[in-house]
């Protein structure tokens, strides 16, 4: 599951077209090991490109991984604090600090200009101390400066804020080339003021081993490849974009936040790492699909305790559009169930609701569903202007959308004209082999 890739490849579009192309065939992890301009840089991508090495990486099989991660994700193992670590190998510290000479990747078409994808930010909320683990898109500004796209409605945009608030910066590490599971665990829709890092010790069934940073008051992981420290500078920000985003189409340009890049420690010969995003399915929707399908699971399951299946779909994103089967006991839960998702805020656009027999992941028995159980003017129900997470370009304005949600399930009771038509012994055909 892992190719090396011998042939010189430009940081500038033949990385990230290598990602694409894998993730497009469903291929292996990429380890370029020659990278023009970067002499004796290694860049890794597409680690999570695919469900199979989601699955590898946290060590289960492929057809479980729902029900695994759902039980892995509610285990919290505490970090431990370790006195330094192989990222300490080298440090760059003051005017040693410059961040062109790092192999960074320019990814799609309209990019503006490279950026760090796959760093996991580490923060401290400025009320709490509590640590907060998340991964969001950095821009090369310049030799000590990046972009941190960190909106409001996300945890550490949220941090920032608190920070200006208090006319200060927030002190932010990221760290580039971790295990797995951290950068899994940073995406679980967990609660602000859960520390993620004990979400991924639970995925991984082993404490994250940390050590502290040189110039903040943060810890990051002790075995990273790269970590950047800085602090945000208050009030400070940069347009940022155009960039191609998880929806498919290129997000407009931004105001970010900006951090002063104060120290860059790593290992020596270490390995970057970038991820792709853009048209579906990439690894950055592949490293959300468990995190949200685990979130929408257990809201279907407060409301219909007989949930059979989730699942968000590829051309949704696995965001905006979540297919359920549910085994119907009362009339209109599934109407609740609508409601429940589209209140989520974490994206959720679409919600279509299906009896057991359907099955979700089949777009053909989905359709089929919809177009023998579900009457539009008595079956769908649109809610105009909720506040959602979204980089859907159709929204009308920043962080609000529409829902929509789709009754498709047979009415309780007498059932029977809904019911597939079957040929009996069609398992008994041995004559044909396919
Ligand atoms: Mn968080």
């Not at 090495?53 to 919290?76: G, N, Q, V």
């Not at 600090?97 to 960074?104: A, E, H, Q, T």
């Not at 990814?107 to 683990?133: A, C, F, L, M, W």
């Not at 810890?219 to 990273?224: F, I, L, Y």
Request: glycine content about 8%.
């Amino acid at each position: 599951q892992l190719l090396r890739v011998s042939q010189t490849v430009d940081p500038q579009f033949e990385i990230a077209a290598g990602i694409r192309k894998t993730s497009d065939v469903e291929g292996p992890a990429l380890l370029f090991e020659s990278v023009k301009g970067y002499p004796g840089w290694r860049v890794l991508g597409g680690l999570f490109a695919t469900r199979k090495l989601i699955a590898l990486s946290l060590e289960t099989p492929e057809d479980r991984l729902l029900e695994r991660y759902l039980t892995l994700e509610e285990k919290r193992v505490a970090p431990e604090l370790l006195a330094t670590g192989p990222v300490k190998e080298v440090r760059w510290t003051g005017d040693e600090v410059d961040l062109y000479r790092l192999p960074m990747v320019t990814h799609s078409e309209k990019d503006i200009g490279p950026y760090i994808t796959i760093g996991v930010q580490i923060g401290k909320d400025p009320d709490t101390g509590v640590r907060n683990v998340s991964v969001h898109r950095m821009l090369l500004l310049d030799k000590d400066r990046l972009s941190l796209w960190a909106p409001p409605d996300h945890h550490l945009g949220r941090m920032i804020l608190k920070a200006e608030e208090r006319k200060r910066g927030l002190e932010v590490a990221t760290a580039i080339g971790v295990d797995p599971a951290i950068v899994i665990g940073s995406q679980a829709k967990v609660p602000f003021g859960i520390d993620e890092f004990y979400v991924a010790g639970g995925l991984r069934g082993a404490a994250v081993k940390l050590t502290r940073c040189e110039t903040i008051d943060v810890e990051v992981p002790a075995s990273a490849e790269i970590v950047i420290e800085g602090v945000t500078i208050p009030g400070e920000r940069v347009p940022d974009g155009p960039y191609g985003e998880y929806p498919g189409c290129y997000s407009e340009v931004k105001q970010s936040p900006v951090l002063k890049v104060t120290a860059i420690t790593m290992r020596e010969n270490a390995i970057y790492q970038t991820a792709l995003t853009g048209f579906p399915v990439t690894e950055n929707h592949a490293l959300i699909e468990y995190a949200n399908a685990a979130v929408v699971y257990r809201e279907v399951k407060k409301i219909v305790p007989e949930v059979k299946a989730v699942h968000m779909t590829p051309g949704g994103t696995f965001r905006h559009h979540v297919v359920i089967s549910i085994k119907k006991r009362t009339q209109e839960e599934a109407r609740n169930v609508i409601l429940a998702l589209l209140a989520l805020g974490i994206g959720v656009k679409q919600v279509t609701v299906v009896d057991e027999d359907i099955d979700v992941y089949d777009p053909l028995e989905v359709e089929w569903a919809l177009s023998t159980r579900m009457q539009p003017d008595r079956d769908i129900i649109i809610i105009p202007r909720l506040a959602c997470s979204t980089l859907d370009p159709s929204v009308p304005a920043p962080r609000i959308t529409a829902g929509w949600g789709i009754d498709a399930t047979m009415p309780t009771g007498d059932n029977e004209r809904f019911q597939k038509v079957r040929v009996p012994g069609v398992e008994n055909v041995t004559y044909l082999k396919v």
